[in-house]
C-alpha cells in the first residue's frame, strides 16, 4: 500500500504522506525534485507537517517556509475544533 499522495507540478513533485513519529501522528508535505534547494540532502524540501502533539495534546501545522532552515518559520495551534459540552 502506498502512503503517499503525489501531485506534479512544473517544479516538482508536491508529496503528501503519513509520519512515522508515534508521539506526532499526522501528515508530511514536501517537494520533490531535481534541483531544488536541499541543503539537507533528503532529495526533498521540508513544507508543511499537520499533526498531533502529544505534549500539548492538540493539533498544530508546522510550515517551513525557507528551504535553508532546519527549523519551522510557523507553527499554529488549531483551536476550537472540538466541541466541548459543558
Not at 6 to 20: C, D, L, M, R
Not at 23 to 35: N, S
Not at 58 to 86: M, P, R, S, V
Request: proline fraction near 2%; glycine fraction near 8%.
Amino acid at each position: 500500500m502506498n502512503d503517499e499522495l503525489i501531485a506534479k507540478t512544473p517544479i516538482g513533485e508536491i508529496v503528501v504522506g503519513i509520519k512515522s513519529d508515534h508521539d506526532y501522528p499526522g501528515i508530511f508535505v514536501e517537494l520533490r525534485g531535481e534541483h531544488l534547494n536541499d541543503r539537507f540532502k533528503e532529495g526533498a524540501v521540508r513544507l508543511a507537517w499537520v499533526e498531533y502533539s502529544s505534549d500539548k495534546q492538540c493539533l498544530q501545522t508546522i510550515a517551513y517556509g525557507d528551504g535553508n532552515a532546519d527549523d519551522y518559520t510557523h507553527l499554529i495551534e488549531h483551536e476550537h475544533i472540538l466541541k466541548t459540552f459543558e
